[in-house]
């Protein structure tokens, strides 16, 4: 009853950017923090960056500075702005918005199905 809808994956040269889009549709009665994570081959989902509903942001260390996360409520999506990417960047993304549906009162973690980026030259 809720689906997320990824966008803006692709390849990249080292030093290019790329903005991903993550957008919640379904019944949906308000939305809590929303992030992005990110996983490559081998290794554990990582937190990439994370915006709570008052705004508030959270990012890795290894993306200060150069990636920006933000939300649109009155569209359910969330952004991340990610600038001079790196080799090292490269992972598949997968958003996590944490929803209230219509009829129920706790927080449910809802995940995209992911988006590839490469940054390669």
Known sequence: QVQLVESGGGLVQ????LRLSCAASGSIRSINAMGWYRQTPGKQRELVAVITSGGRTN???????????????????????MNSLKPEDT?????????????E???RDYWGKGTLVTVSS
């Open 14 to 17: 080292p030093g290019g950017s």
């Open 59 to 81: 990012y890795a260390d290894s993306v200060k500075g150069r990636f920006t996360i933000s939300r649109d409520n009155a569209k359910n999506t969330v952004y991340l702005q």
């Open 91 to 103: 992972a598949v993304y997968y958003c996590n918005i944490a929803i209230i549906r219509f009829g």
């Open 105 to 107: 009162y706790h927080v």
